[in-house]
């Protein structure tokens, strides 16, 4: 799965990668001005009366008063028309998924939650599908793409592992067999790293690491707005590179992962308790039980092991920023001396006169989400798809 990077200046496009590049605006700000894309893609005002006029008549978009500000000629907020096309932005997690419907602007309207009644790969993928079913039923045609986060590792719409749900190489595509719609599919923590470099903690960063601990940890290597996926989409697996104990072996079938040092597994270990069913859950239910001394010390040590191999992947990738999401946030805050030492420990000489910042993600809960609907704008705003839309909208 790829997502659109930075916005170039739009000066001598051809007018569909133009309209793609204001749609690309709308998304990453919400309720921009006409004034502003027009200063943002270096255009004239007549240029960008003339493509908004076009945008409305396509039903892409409609225009509002925006607010007086001073002295100067009016300008108008751009945002999606009501019957402009959308994307189903869905997420498969261990207890259930979750979806939500995105329009032009990255808004995303009627979420849904719905617990797994079975875990077997036949049940979930018929509950998503008729989830995709029922909001095709509901947008008809404005529905364009579903784009699906998981949680585990892809390769081309198929999930190949997911020890959380005890997932083998799972063809996805069945999930959209009924209506026909392209089907997106990425790691969650890929996409939530999207979320954060469009419109979160690390927006406007070149190049930003992403980490986020829930079973384990996984993320990605941004750069310019565009996740660094690998050769095959795997990209981002930082959980299974071996910071751990190499005597202990991991669901994934190496020996020595990080994921076993920094999320509930580890802190049952060190507390000499049997291994959680839900990690999640058990570790958020110690988080809460600080003033015992044993499960301080238990927490400390999983942070030191957290910063410690985020310091080892600043020495690998150098971005400007880091940004963390699920119980990475509470972890740091538990020991933030311990944390910060063995971050600032771990970084080479020259990083440490000015680290680059560790900060809590923008969107923590719904970043996987946010960043399926990221991507799956992308796939409906391309120049081609817009002409396709056009095509339908003229007829």
Known sequence: MTARGDVKPA????????????????????GITRAAVARELRLSTSSTTELTARLRDLRLLTETPAPTQGRGRPTTVLRPHPRAPVVLAMELRQAGW?????????????QQSTRHRSRRPDAV??????????????????????????????????LMQAPTLGWNTIDLSPVVAA??????VGNDATLSGVAEARTGAAAGAGTALHLIVEVGIGGTLIIDGSPASGATGAGGEYGHIPFGDRRRSCPCGARGCWDLEIDGRALAEHLHEPEPDDPYSYAEALLQRLDERPISRAVAKVAAALATGIAGLVNAHDPEVVTLGG?????????????????SDGLM????????????????????????????LDQITTETALASWADRTIL
């Open 327 to 343: 119980l990475a946030v509470p972890l740091r805050a538990a020991a933030p001396t311990v944390f910060s030492t063995a971050y």
């Open 98 to 110: 979750r979806s939500a419907l995105a329009t032009l602007d990255g808004v995303l309207l009627d």
């Open 349 to 376: 000489t020259f990083h440490r006169a000015n680290p680059p910042a560790v900060l809590d993600s923008t969107h923590q809960q719904t970043g996987a989400l946010r960043g399926a609907a990221a991507v799956g």
């Open 125 to 158: 993928l018929a509950a998503l599908r008729a989830g995709v079913d029922s909001a095709k039923e509901r947008y008809g045609d404005r529905l364009l793409a579903v784009s699906l986060a998981v949680a585990g590792t892809v390769r081309d719409n198929h």
């Open 11 to 30: 000066a001598r496009r051809g007018q569909w990668q133009t309209a793609a590049d204001v749609l690309a605006l709308i998304a990453r700000q919400p």
């Open 179 to 184: 209506t026909g719609l392209p089907l997106l």
